[in-house]
């Protein structure tokens, strides 16, 4: 049987986005950082991962794959995420009942924010 073990995210700066990506999540890098490589961790090694690879592949406007991040206090968090240079995307898929917004990561990569308050 598998498990996912660790989401893999390309990146332009991996010193840049541990920054962000550690300072949005709580995170801690598992090992020492390489400047083309790391993995992060919840502080106490229990739960999801973000390895965070250097890449020159270009971001894609509709990427098949995000992460969804879960917030009791969305509007809250979208400002806290803007502040640590998230960037608001023009996303064309909202609808009126929508209960997320689409922020990028300072690499460009997409994710959202989930209302779950």
């Not at 949005?24 to 993995?39: I, N």
């Not at 009791?72 to 502040?83: C, N, S």
């Not at 995307?89 to 308050?117: H, I, Q, T």
Request: charged residues 25%; contains cysteine; negative net charge.
């Amino acid at each position: 049987m598998l498990s996912i073990g660790t989401t893999v995210l390309g990146v332009d700066d991996v010193p840049r986005a541990m920054t962000f990506w550690s300072a949005a999540l709580g995170y801690v890098p598992r090992d020492e950082p390489e400047d083309t490589w790391v993995v992060l961790v919840p502080p106490d090694g229990a739960g999801a991962r973000l390895a965070l690879g250097l890449s020159g592949t270009p971001v894609q406007d509709h990427p098949r794959v995000h992460l969804d991040l879960y917030a009791h206090d969305q509007a809250g968090e979208v400002e806290r995420l803007l502040g640590l240079g998230a960037t608001r995307v023009d996303w064309d898929g909202y609808e009126d009942d929508s209960d997320f917004v689409v922020l990028a990561d300072p690499s460009g990569n997409r994710f959202c924010v989930v209302d779950k308050g």
